[in-house]
């Protein structure tokens, strides 16, 4: 079991910045590959980035490459989404989530465990 709890989302300006934190507790923090997702109004959840267990292997969404940075800090068991040049479609409600396995995936389905999410709104 993981329980996985979101927090940084906010209000921001296009072109600005926000760094979304998922704080996880349960089975052992880097032995399951991690992801972020996203769902705006509307629409179905998308995936937006993620990497494997040992953190060395990331991927992005090309919607977000180049603006947004996923890491993580073993000691403190959290997940970050460092998120820069803000647009107004990035507006949605953001989720961590954690994978069934050591890989990480880009397909929702790969993942077991899901936080609550937090809402990011972009404004133009």
């Known amino acids: 079991q993981v329980q996985l709890v979101e927090s940084g989302g906010g209000l921001v300006q296009a072109g600005g910045s926000l760094r979304l934190s998922c704080a996880a507790s349960?089975?052992?923090?880097?032995?399951?590959?991690m992801g972020w997702f996203r769902q705006a109004p509307g629409k179905e959840r998308e995936f937006v980035a993620a990497f494997n267990w040992s953190g060395r292997s990331t991927i992005y969404a090309n919607s977000v490459q180049g603006r947004f940075t996923i890491s993580r800090d073993n000691a403190k068991n959290t997940l970050y989404l460092q998120m820069n040049s803000l647009k107004p479609e990035d507006t949605a409600v953001y989720y961590c989530a954690a994978a069934r396995g050591l890989a990480g995936s880009s397909m929702s389905t790969d993942y077991a465990y899901w936080g609550q999410g937090t809402q990011v709104t972009v404004s133009s």
């Open positions: 349960g089975r052992t923090f880097g032995t399951y590959g």
